[in-house]
């Protein structure tokens, strides 16, 4: 039964492992999320310059975001595969 035990520490370990490793990364996503949603548009006004042929905060509210969105929504899907593969935690596909 020494060994069950031992095993399943290891496998507590390695689940608070990813558990932290998942949680910074979530912590840090939703950091930029929370920039460009709140802080970027807040101050777009006053970042009155041209980007793309359009003031910036027309440009940010209408196409900007969104394409931070979705760069946000495939890294986290990116790293968390890795983060799956790393530790041994992947889905089965039946």
Same mark, same amino acid.
């Given at each position: 039964? /020494?060994? $069950?035990? %031992?095993? =399943?520490?290891?496998? &507590? ?10 949680? =910074?990364? &979530?912590? %840090?996503?939703? @950091?930029?999320?929370?920039?460009? &949603? ?5 101050? @777009?006004?006053?970042? %009155?310059? %041209? ?5 910036? $905060?027309?440009?940010? /509210?209408?196409? /900007? ?5 979705? @760069? ?12 799956? @593969?790393?530790? =041994? ?6």
């Amino acid at each position: 039964m /020494g060994r $069950s035990e %031992s095993d =399943a520490m290891a496998v &507590t370990r390695r689940q608070q492992a990813y558990w932290r490793k998942n949680l =910074a990364v &979530t912590a %840090s996503l939703l @950091a930029i999320w929370f920039i460009v &949603t709140f802080v970027v548009s807040f101050f @777009a006004r006053e970042l %009155s310059f %041209s980007f793309f042929g359009w003031p910036f $905060s027309f440009w940010m /509210g209408a196409q /900007g975001a969104l394409l931070v969105y979705g @760069a946000i929504i495939w890294y986290y899907a990116r790293i968390m595969d890795k983060l799956d @593969a790393q530790y =041994a935690l992947q889905e089965d596909d039946d």
